[in-house]
Nanobody, 123 residues
Framework: QVQLVESGGGLVQAGGSLRLSCAASGRSFSAHAMGWFRQAPGKEREFVARISWSGVYYTDSVKGRFTISRDNAKNTVYLQMNSLKPEDTAVYYC??????????????????WGQGTQVTVSS
């Protein structure tokens, strides 16, 4: 089992920045690929970013603005979000994949999930 706890969400004006953190506990953190997803009101949850032994991967709408990274010594994965837009408003979820490699973007590819943190971007 892997337990995931997100933090760092909040209210920010358009053009601002936030850094989300996801602290993991349980089985070996470095053995897991990690991802971020988000769900806006009335919409399905969607893939945002992934970091694995294959590298990093982003959905097109956040490329150049968001950066995913990890600190295996701290069992933490981060999502640095810059140049935020109102359409980035959503609940952001951290997820862990038992696979170490690849660019999985589907929810069912991930095995463990956090509870989510709200990000609201005002115009």
């Amino acid at each position: 089992q892997v337990q995931l706890v997100e933090s760092g969400g909040g209210l920010v004006q358009a053009g601002g920045s936030l850094r989300l953190s996801c602290a993991a506990s349980g089985r070996s953190f470095s053995a897991h690929a990690m991802g971020w997803f988000r769900q806006a009101p009335g919409k399905e949850r969607e893939f945002v970013a992934r970091i694995s032994w294959s590298g990093v991967y982003y959905t097109d709408s956040v490329k150049g603005r968001f950066t995913i990274s990890r600190d295996n010594a701290k069992n933490t994965v981060y999502l640095q979000m810059n140049s935020l837009k109102p359409e980035d408003t959503a609940v952001y979820y951290c997820a862990a994949d038992d696979a170490r490699w690849g660019h999985a973007v589907r929810e069912y590819d991930y095995d463990f999930w956090g509870q989510g943190t709200q990000v609201t971007v005002s115009s």
